[in-house]
């Protein structure tokens, strides 16, 4: 075993059923037990089923959150905590690898690019849907319409001689790889109060104080894109995740004032009323963050980002 080949997956998920089995099978499949350590972090699941014996059947450490934490940031940051690795991998629970030893290959890019986020291609293994490559050119983030404000969307294709391995403007498709030292950098996903916004937060992170966003174009990672997210989503929390971004990483402050009225406009005044309140009871965190990234921006590779962003969903 070497170290340079080693990370640890850290798979969060809640009432995936077989589905959590059949993602850390093919991890066991495809890579040697001794270079890639397993974390489950179970957010609470109670649809019966015995996720602690599917743990130790593979030889994986398994933590349970005694109640649903509303999305996977606050399990993947618990999930981060636990691992002794230099780098390691967030998956959901339902999710495939294929190719033989990609670990070696994920670890060599991290090796050689360790201020960066790694993300894989991916492909939808739904049945007669297998041949749906939904990120085989990343993904953006979306600024042309105030309701979709700093959310992520798939970028169109690349011509074969942009290479396999990229950058992109923002990570998407759930394999999303680190090293310890960036994670705990960008600070990772602490700051989003619930379910949403994960990728756009940690890859503008990464992009702001002066890392990047990497695809490793030919990595397929097989994913069952659903219709419906097992845990309640709370509308308020998701969209003061979204007025987060925009009032943090929105630099100028005359554009920032534009973007927060337009969001704004987007509801009517009881609901965004509820979205405020909960936003005001995280000022203070958020004030932090603010001051954080603007103690750090690195205003050249900010400048690359939005550039890349235009390219990326022309």
């Known amino acids: 075993m070497t170290e340079d080949n080693k990370i640890t997956i850290i798979i969060t998920f809640r009432n995936e059923g077989d589905e959590v089995e059949k993602t850390v099978q093919s991890i ?39 109640e649903a934490s509303g999305g996977p940031a606050i399990a993947r940051i618990i999930g981060a905590e636990w691992c002794a690795t230099d780098k390691f991998a967030f998956m959901d629970g339902h999710m495939r690898l294929y190719e033989q030893n990609w670990n070696e290959r994920v670890c060599e890019v991290l090796n050689a690019n360790r201020r960066c986020i790694l993300c894989s291609a991916t492909a939808n293994y739904a049945d007669g849907k297998e041949k749906e490559n939904r990120g085989d050119s990343g993904a953006y983030i979306r600024m042309d319409n105030p309701a979709d404000y700093y959310s992520a969307g798939w970028a169109k294709g690349l011509p074969a001689e942009e290479g396999n391995l990229i950058e992109v403007p923002c990570v998407l498709g759930a394999f999303y790889a680190f090293t310890r030292s960036f994670w705990e950098e960008i600070k990772g996903l602490t700051g989003l109060t619930g379910y949403g916004f994960d990728e756009p937060f940690m890859s503008l992170k990464a992009w702001y104080l002066g890392g990047k966003c990497l695809l490793l174009r030919d990595f397929y990672v097989g994913h069952l894109y659903r219709d419906k997210f097992p845990n309640k989503v709370e509308s308020e929390r998701f969209y003061a995740n979204q007025m987060m971004l925009i009032d943090v990483f929105t630099l100028d402050s005359e554009k920032r004032a534009e973007y927060l009225a337009a969001f704004r406009n987007v509801f009517d005044k009881e609901f965004f009323d509820k979205v405020e309140d909960v936003y005001s009871s995280q000022i ?10 603007y103690r750090y921006k690195d ?3 900010i400048a690359k980002f939005w550039r890349l962003n235009e390219e990326r969903h022309e």
């Open 299 to 301: 205003d050249e590779n």
């Open 28 to 66: 066991r499949e495809t890579t040697r037990i001794d270079e890639v350590p397993i974390i489950m972090v179970d957010d609470g699941s109670d649809d019966g089923v015995d996720y602690r014996a599917v743990s130790e059947k593979y030889q994986c450490k398994y933590l349970r959150l005694p």
């Open 284 to 293: 203070r965190r958020i004030e932090e963050l603010k001051d954080y990234i």
